[in-house]
């Protein structure tokens, strides 16, 4: 088969995701979340479950780490950790209201036989990391300034064994570095620039010139979380303009409707830690 310049390859991923059994808003942690909007539990699993569905049908492999009582964002999987090469780099979180899922998290890896890193600077997992195998031989782009601490970072490099890019997030809106950028496959990203500094601007402009930029209204549909196999985008169903500009770069959009784990702050990729072994 002739593959032309352009073509993007699909790469088999294995995921973890965590149902929303306990789901609610009951307490405020970042501008998304108001504790007095209702929560349709019902509509959540169902909207979860065709996310998850979803993953499935485009050939790849969830696990699934059941959800614990008063631990209401436990849905939010990618948060408890951050994976490369078969080392689960564990999550400390900022909050004491998600302290506990941690836990869980760590005992999900010891059962799978993963080797283990405890942290010891507060860090949320996959939230505020992002790996890209291909790009300058393997690099990991880090978000800070409202969850991650940026000592985590250096943490995360002597750990993992690739280099760490700190990259400062200035609009508590995209209060994760998951809100305002992702990788869509071994080596691109897309992001919104008015999520970061200045500096780190100019630093994911000069890394990566091809990117993808999504506007505003993109970060703000929550378009930007999402999760890509390097040719299927999974996001948001709300982020139209941002699938025109991947159809456009030659990636399939796969929209989902999530707006009920909205709510919570999160879509798509906060619901789904890779497990890169």
């Known amino acids: ?21 306990r789901f609610t808003v009951a307490y405020a942690i970042n501008p998304w979340m108001d504790t007095s909007a209702p929560v349709d ?12 569905e979803t993953l499935a049908r485009l050939g790849h492999t969830v ?15 990618a948060n408890g950790a951050f994976t490369v090469d078969g080392t689960a780099f564990g999550a400390r979180f900022r909050y004491p209201q998600r302290a506990a899922e941690a836990e869980a998290h760590r005992a999900f890896y010891a059962e799978q036989g993963w ?17 890209l195998p291909d790009a300058y031989g393997g690099m990991i782009l880090a978000g800070y300034g409202f969850r991650t601490e940026p000592t985590a970072h250096s943490h995360a490099q002597e750990a993992l064994g690739r280099p760490v890019i700190s990259l400062q997030l200035v ?34 402009a000069q890394l990566f010139p091809d990117a993808v930029v999504a506007d505003e209204a993109d970060a703000l549909a929550f378009g930007l979380n999402l999760v890509s196999d390097g040719r299927n985008v999974v996001l948001n169903s709300e982020a139209t303009a941002l699938a025109a500009k991947l159809t ?24 789904v830690a890779e497990l890169r072994r």
Not at 118 to 127: L, Q, V
Not at 171 to 194: E, N, Q, S, W
Not at 254 to 263: D, H, I, M, R, Y
Request: hydrophobic fraction near 35%; aromatic fraction near 10%.
């Open 248 to 271: 456009s770069a030659g990636y399939t959009p796969v929209p989902v409707e999530l707006g009920e784990l909205k709510k919570g702050g999160g879509s798509v990729k906060c619901c």
């Open 1 to 21: 088969m002739v593959i032309v310049k352009d073509e993007r390859m699909s790469r088999k991923r294995t995921y973890l995701m965590c149902p929303p059994e």
């Open 171 to 204: 609009d508590p809106r995209f209060y994760h570095l998951d809100v305002a950028l992702a990788a869509l496959d071994d080596k691109r990203i897309t992001y919104y620039p008015g999520a970061f500094s200045a500096g780190s601007q100019r630093v994911l």
């Open 115 to 131: 080797a283990y890193v405890e942290p010891t600077e507060i860090n949320e997992g996959e939230g505020d990391f992002a790996y």
């Open 41 to 52: 539990v019902e509509l959540a699993l169902k909207q979860w479950q065709l996310l998850r």
């Open 63 to 77: 696990h699934v780490l059941p959800a614990e009582d008063g631990l209401p964002d436990m849905v939010y999987a």
